[in-house]
């Protein structure tokens, strides 16, 4: 559920104050070099200075980042925990800054049944780069068609399909929960 609206919702009261904040000032695009790999402190930097009247709300950005992630889409922990109490092997790849990655990381232990994790702001790779999917197949010893990337954002899905993994586009955990390729795991 990550949205930059979540925080700033709660410190700009005027609402077309923050649609123009979030289409201008710290918007997802913006965002999206802390992902690639960019230091937030240096965002952060760069953009205090393109902006020095909104300098204090944009340094809340990585003072209370956390506020940006509200909690785990409803049923999704549910459906992990369910395949690693069965022994079925765990991998991720996250498009995450390295500095969030940080922040958010420690307290979601839900990570932990997780073997291994591509974090693009660490590898400096996003998806859909291709790239990113490629390093992710040697790191987890797997064929990419052994494996099923399950990810909200359709792009990301054409991506790791058109490199042969198997896919499935996240709308809802119980729409994941019937995909026919987890059912059967699910059902164990």
């Not at 200075?49 to 509200?70: C, G, M, Q, S």
């Not at 922040?103 to 049944?113: A, C, I, N, S, V």
């Not at 068609?145 to 955990?173: K, P, S, V, Y």
């Amino acid at each position: 559920h990550w949205n930059i609206r979540h925080l700033y919702a709660k410190l700009i009261a005027d609402p077309e104050r923050l649609d123009w904040f979030l289409t201008n000032v710290v918007t997802e695009q913006w965002h999206g070099q802390h992902d690639a790999g960019t230091p937030l402190g240096e965002m952060i930097a760069e953009r205090c200075a393109e902006f020095p009247d909104e300098a204090e709300l944009i340094r809340v950005y990585e003072l209370r980042w956390l506020e940006t992630v509200p909690g785990p889409v409803a049923g999704s922990h549910a459906i992990v925990r369910s395949l690693a109490s069965q022994g079925i092997p765990l991998f991720a790849i996250t498009n995450f800054g390295t500095d969030t990655w940080a922040m958010f990381r420690p307290g979601e232990h839900l990570f932990d049944l997780f073997k291994d994790i591509v974090v693009s702001g660490v590898e400096k790779l996003v998806k859909p780069n291709p790239a990113i999917f490629d390093l992710a197949v040697g790191r987890f010893g797997h064929a990419p068609e052994q494996m099923l990337f399950i990810d909200d954002n359709a792009a990301n899905i054409a991506a790791a399909h058109a490199l042969g993994w198997q896919t499935h586009l996240f709308t809802d955990a119980d729409r994941l929960a019937r995909d026919h390729r987890l059912a059967s795991m699910l059902a164990r």
